[in-house]
């Protein structure tokens, strides 16, 4: 709070500031005006003393700016006088004022300039803007190690040895976090061993000439759902047979709150062991972010070391959350529960962060709770939610309970491949469920008219209901071209939002051949058909190359 209310004096600092530097280079224009010493006085005027003059009686200390004095006791010898909002000739034994000229307005503006930027009119000021420096300072220092703390970590580049060649083949499902995190870093110390090792997705999963170890690290999304990364593997499991035995070692990430918790993990390890080509090297392994994750991890890593007898010295510490710096944020707004237990909650961060829509909001629900991550959607300078309450969630019962100026703690995580691409000449969003909040945000950030058209699925007309304003705010001011809503409860014919994207197929596949970002967000299942629907497309026309568009990022995905 303290920091809004020093932004004031700053600015003030700034701009007096800008504007007498200016002065100083003679980059204003003065307008000259200059009083007329050619004037006589009135000589029948009395003579009085200075004490007792009309013009000295009236004239207060603080309206004077400056003082000539006379030089000799000539009649003519006046005192030259500068005001705040004029400049005088004053008789010297009369009082008369000679002549007199306003001030120009440049001279004003310099003159309440030198006051405000130096506080010489008043000691409550001059202290107000002595905070304002010190403010600065503050600011300074704390943006520089915010920057510290949140600078991009650097991306270490593996020396990878050819798919073919390799001896170990470490396979991935996850597109972030601590699951590939982990993966990276045990492949950098495979490597640093001297060994020959291959990294990739699940989803590329193929035939290996001279590999001896097949090591697996999975996360499970959604509803026991493979990561998007590994939604082919399965198939590709069934189709390609190994040259050679393999051995099999699988860790699973996930958090045990969930019912179907590291589900997908499970599948892959047991789908593994079946084939006879196919044999276990290490017990299966599940890492729960819910209980000890880096405790298990190292003791994987131990096992791994054990067996291997290669040394593993990597680091698991990393994983760990406790670090992370919790902010406070001020509920302004919550939208009562409709039919679909759904509803909007507004917050305000108390202090400055740098956000956009599409960056996730971790929430922590207690002092000792792990956090829930919720998308973003930047709405007037507030973080906007869409929170749909579980029977059992912890953090959404949490939500849904919070009132008006209630305070929450959270941290705001950066999600750089889910912004709002303002370079294409046309987005495509697709959503169901909760998964609009972001889209809300980028609509009321898109300021440039692109056209966007927006698919969204539901339960009935009341589950639109909670987004209705934002929607017809956007509509107004042309931010959104086209809404296609599908409903799966409103009537006898159910209608997912992917088969309002099928419905479209001749529309979204120019729009995708012209350019067109396509943006995902709700849950895992629904992406997973609209990425068939789009692969489906793209062997009717491999124009698409959708391949390619992935790798331009023109496929973003956000899903759970």
Request: charged share 20%.
């Amino acid at each position: 709070m303290l920091s809004r209310w020093l932004l004031i004096p700053i600015l003030i600092i700034a701009i007096t500031g800008v504007y007498l530097s200016l002065e100083q280079f003679d980059l204003i224009p003065v307008e000259n005006q200059s009083l007329d010493w050619s004037l006589s006085p009135d000589e029948e005027l009395p003579l009085e003393t200075i004490e007792n003059q009309v013009f000295f009686k009236t004239t207060t200390l603080d309206q004077v700016k400056e003082v000539n004095f006379p030089f000799s006791s000539d009649p003519i010898d006046y005192y030259e006088i500068y005001l705040k909002e004029k400049s005088v000739l004053v008789a010297q034994h009369t009082g008369e004022v000679i002549d007199q000229v306003e001030n120009p307005f440049t001279a004003l503006v310099s003159y309440y300039s030198t006051i405000f930027h130096t506080g010489s009119a008043s000691p409550l000021w001059s202290v107000i803007l002595g905070i304002s420096c010190i403010g600065i300072l503050y600011f300074i220092i704390s943006g520089c190690v915010i920057y510290w703390k949140r600078r991009p970590k650097k991306n270490y580049k593996l020396e990878l040895s050819s798919v073919q060649d390799s001896e170990y083949i470490v396979l991935v499902g996850s597109e972030s976090g601590s699951t590939y995190a982990f993966a990276k870093a045990f492949t950098q110390q495979l490597l640093s061993t001297g060994k020959k090792v291959f990294l990739s997705d699940l989803n590329h999963y193929q035939q290996y000439e001279r590999a001896l170890h097949l090591i697996i690290f999975t996360a499970t999304y959604g509803d026991g759902d493979a990561p998007t990364n590994a939604r082919k593997f399965f198939d590709r499991l069934e189709k390609i047979d190994q040259p050679r035995s393999l051995f099999v070692s699988v860790v699973g990430f996930g958090s045990s709150i969930y019912p179907k918790y590291n589900e997908f993990g499970k599948q892959v390890y047991h789908r593994l062991v079946k084939d006879e080509n196919m044999k276990p090297y290490l017990p299966y392994t599940e890492v729960d972010e819910e209980h000890q994750p880096e405790e298990t991890c190292k003791q994987w890593l131990q096992l791994w070391q054990q067996k291997s007898g290669f040394p593993m010295e990597l680091k698991v510490d990393q994983f760990s959350k406790s670090n992370i710096e919790k902010q406070k944020f001020k509920v302004t707004h919550r939208s009562p529960l409709n039919k679909d237990e759904t509803f909007i909650i507004s917050l305000q961060p108390t202090s400055y962060n740098d956000y956009q829509s599409g960056d996730l909001l971790e929430v922590y629900a207690s002092e000792t709770a792990k956090a829930r991550q919720y998308s973003i959607a930047r709405i007037q300078n507030k973080i906007v939610l869409s929170v749909r309450k579980h029977e059992h969630g912890l953090c959404s019962t949490y939500l849904a309970n919070c009132h008006k100026n209630d305070d929450i703690m959270a941290t705001i995580k950066t999600n750089t491949s889910f912004h709002f691409p303002k370079d294409a000449p046309k987005i495509i969003m697709v959503a169901n469920g909760t998964g609009i909040a972001p889209f809300l945000g980028m609509l009321d950030e898109n300021k440039t008219n692109i056209p966007v058209d927006l698919y969204w699925g539901g339960k009935n007309i009341e589950s639109l209901s909670i987004y209705g304003e934002y929607l017809e705010d956007a509509h107004k001011k042309q931010q959104v071209s086209n809404y296609h809503i599908s409903y799966s409860r409103e009537n006898e014919v159910v209608e997912y939002v992917q088969h309002k994207v099928a419905e479209h197929k001749e529309q979204i596949t120019t729009d995708l051949l012209q350019g067109a970002v396509i943006m995902i967000c709700g849950s895992l299942s629904m992406q997973n058909e609209v990425l068939d629907l789009l692969e489906l497309w793209n062997k009717e026309n491999p124009e698409i190359q959708l391949e390619q568009m992935y790798k331009n990022q023109k496929i973003l995905t956000d899903c759970y």
